[in-house]
Structures are given as structure tokens and as C-alpha cells.
Nanobody, 121 residues
Framework: QVQLVESGGGFVQAGGSLRLSCAAS????????MGWYRQAPGKQRQLVATITGRGSTNYADSVKGRFTISRDNTKNTVYLQMNSLKPEDTAAYYCNADALVLGSVRNLYYWGKGTLVTVSS
């Protein structure tokens, strides 16, 4: 199986920056897209950004120009650089990976347990 472990969350004032990391480990044969999602209290989980294995990116309108997703395929790690943070960015941030494990014939989606980001005004 695949384990995803997020790190880098924390408390920051509005206008500040944080960098999230998510490392995938386990019996990985290949990873296609990876992404970040977030869920604020009382709200549904929503997409923040995704990146394909070749580096094509997609962002939610609310974070365009402020957040940058990147990945290191040699480390099976995806990053989210978050700049100009706003109080409305406060949420639990979850990593997602579309991965094929050794011995399997189809990809599955895996999730991390999340890391909390709190932005104060």
C-alpha cells in the first residue's frame, strides 16, 4: 500500500507564508497525479492544487497567484508553497496521490491524514 505523510502546517499571520510537504512511501510502482485538498471546519473538502507526473498543474481560483505546487519524483514528494496567506485559507490540508502499487493492475487514490494551517488576521 501507499502511505502519505504531510508536514509543514502551523500558525501564521495573514500575509505570511508556509510550505507544506507530503512524502509518499510504501510498495509504490508509479505515481500519476498528486494534489492538495483542504477542509475548513463545517465545510466540504475542496481541491487546492494538483500536479501530474509530467508537471502540469491546476489550481483553485481562490489560490491562483498565491500558491505553487511542485513535486520531486525522485523522492515521491509533493510540495505546496503558500504565500500571501489569508484567514480564509485556514483549514486542514490533505495530500492525495493517484498511485499504482507493486503487484496491482490498477491505480488507486490515497490520502494523508492532514496537516493543520491556521492563518490569523
Amino acid at each position: 500500500q501507499v502511505q502519505l505523510v504531510e508536514s509543514g502546517g502551523g500558525f501564521v499571520q495573514a500575509g505570511g507564508s508556509l510550505r507544506l510537504s507530503c512524502a509518499a512511501s510504501g510498495s509504490i510502482f508509479s505515481i500519476n497525479a498528486m494534489g492538495w485538498y483542504r477542509q475548513a471546519p463545517g465545510k466540504q473538502r475542496q481541491l487546492v492544487a494538483t500536479i501530474t507526473g509530467r508537471g502540469s498543474t491546476n489550481y483553485a481560483d481562490s489560490v491562483k497567484g498565491r500558491f505553487t505546487i511542485s513535486r520531486d519524483n525522485t523522492k515521491n514528494t509533493v510540495y505546496l508553497q503558500m504565500n500571501s496567506l489569508k484567514p480564509e485559507d485556514t483549514a486542514a490540508y490533505y495530500c492525495n496521490a493517484d498511485a499504482l502499487v507493486l503487484g496491482s493492475v490498477r491505480n488507486l487514490y490515497y490520502w494523508g491524514k492532514g496537516t493543520l494551517v491556521t492563518v490569523s488576521s
